[in-house]
T-cell receptor, first 113, second 115 residues
């Protein structure tokens, strides 16, 4: 079973920040939060991951609450190409080996022109 | 930028026929994964390889599915015989075998339709 809960769908206006929430209340101390997205008919694309500190890269920012029970993926200036299904996944640290990704049903984000 | 290659992109077959999918991971990636994604659901792992060895095939329907990675590079997933319920997207992913970097990179997938 997936260890995360996400809204089924969200809309965001083009050019605005898209904030995608994820609840992972049973996360363990050695589990990271990963985000992937899947544009229609393509393979999933890695976005970002983090343990407890906020992370930022060229695609997005990841904000993790202090108790690590939830997180938010932020796309700062959403474009139409960001329309996709976004998956929040928790998995053990890489130091425990290459563990499979357990996907839920994700959040379908639609960017509105 | 290096990518995971998969072929074919689309496959239509009749039930009871055999089908095969091919995957070429990113060069140097020791770990290779095959996932299956049914429409409307997230991908689910079928089999995981470390070099040429299978490390997890607990979700692979072994009566009809087989997977191999003979030289530890490219891989083939086979279904024989195909059933209607096998219609899905079959995704291949690869990752480095490093303690500090195990991000999985996915290919474009093969969409299988069984008639």
């Amino acid at each position: 079973d997936a260890k995360t809960t996400q809204p089924t769908s969200m809309d965001c206006a083009e050019g605005r920040a898209a904030n995608l929430p994820c609840n992972h209340s049973t996360i363990s101390g050695n589990e990271y939060v990963y985000w992937y997205r899947q544009i229609h008919s393509q393979g999933p694309q890695y976005i970002i991951h983090g343990l407890k500190n906020n992370e930022t890269n060229e695609m997005a920012s990841l904000i993790i609450t202090e108790d690590r029970k939830s997180s938010t993926l932020i796309l700062p200036h959403a474009t139409l190409r960001d329309t996709a299904v976004y998956y929040c996944i928790v998995r053990v640290t890489p130091y425990f080996g290459n563990e499979k990704l357990t996907f839920g049903t994700g959040t379908r984000l639609t960017i509105i022109p | 930028e290096a990518e995971v290659a998969q072929s074919p992109r689309y496959k239509i077959t009749e039930k009871s026929q055999a089908v095969a999918f091919w995957c070429d991971p990113i060069s140097g990636h020791a770990t290779l994964y095959w996932y299956r994604q049914i429409l409307g659901q997230g991908p689910e792992l079928l089999v995981q390889f470390q070099d040429e060895s299978v490390v997890d095939d607990s979700q692979l329907p072994k009566d009809r599915f087989s997977a191999e990675r003979l030289k530890g590079v490219d891989s083939t997933l086979k279904i024989q015989p195909a059933e209607l319920g096998d219609s899905a997207m079959y995704l291949c992913a690869s990752s480095e075998n490093r303690a500090d970097s195990d991000t999985q990179y996915f290919g474009p997938g093969t969409r299988l339709t069984v008639l």
